[in-house]
């Protein structure tokens, strides 16, 4: 099993949709949680980070953390055509901070 | 400001060459870390820097990958005796100090091909 579990889609919306994004991660150590946006053939950019459990909103996206399940969530609410990309789930691994991604859900807004 | 840099953006090689892949980061960032992404995966770690040392390198699959970080800033990542299956996109990100929780900036990555 992979320390985080992501389903990689693709996921299709309509312009204007709210979208749903979801991982499931293993280690009980994981405190920092992070979203990235990849737009295709970039490098990652961070989107939203939270610690620990609870909830983190900014501008259209919400992130989720519920511990307890081991459960991660993104929402991105009046989905757009910019925001059609791959998404990636994080959480710090290790001693030294590396991140453990999931493997990342493809998003596509149409409009 | 600048962010983090690669280069070259791509790259394709032969099996059995060598190839190098250089990381420019953010300056001022202590810490770095390289990543290799294959085709419909997220990202994984292969090994991490603070300062001009591996603190971590736990993540390079063999003896063929070697990085080095000689003054703290500019990286590279070597890999020996290239293989097909080394084929993908490599990663480098920086952070100001490479604490849990410390945000990690990516350069846009270096797609290695070997045929």
């Known amino acids: 099993q992979k320390e985080v579990e992501q389903d990689p889609g693709p996921l299709s919306v309509p312009e204007g949709a709210i979208v749903s994004l979801n991982c499931t991660y293993s280690?009980?150590?994981?405190?920092?949680f992070m979203w990235y946006r990849q737009y295709s053939r970039k490098g990652p950019e961070l989107l939203m980070y939270t610690y620990s459990s609870g909830n983190k909103e900014d501008g259209r996206f919400t992130a989720q953390v519920d511990k307890s399940s081991k459960y991660i969530s993104l929402f991105i609410r009046d989905s757009q055509p910019s925001d059609s990309a791959t998404y990636l789930c994080?959480?710090?691994?290790?001693?030294?901070?590396?991140?453990?991604f999931g493997k990342g859900t493809k998003l596509s807004v149409k409009p | 400001g600048a962010g983090v840099s690669q280069t070259p953006s791509n790259k394709v090689t032969e099996k059995g060459k060598y190839v190098e892949l250089r990381c420019d980061p953010i300056s001022g960032h202590t810490a770095l870390y390289w990543y290799r992404q294959s085709l419909g995966q997220g990202p994984e770690f292969l090994i991490y820097f603070q300062g001009t040392g591996a603190a971590d390198d736990s993540g390079l699959p063999n003896d063929r990958f070697f990085a080095v970080r000689p003054e703290g800033s500019v990286s590279t990542l070597k890999i020996q005796r290239t293989e097909r299956g080394d084929s993908a996109v490599y990663l480098c990100?920086?952070?100001?100090?490479?604490?849990?929780?410390?945000?990690?900036?990516f350069g846009p990555g270096t797609r290695l091909t070997v045929l």
């Open positions: 994080a959480g710090y691994g290790g001693s030294q901070g590396n991140l453990i």
């Open positions: 990100a920086s952070s100001l100090s490479g604490t849990r929780g410390d945000e990690q900036f």
């Open positions: 280690n009980s150590a994981f405190q920092y």
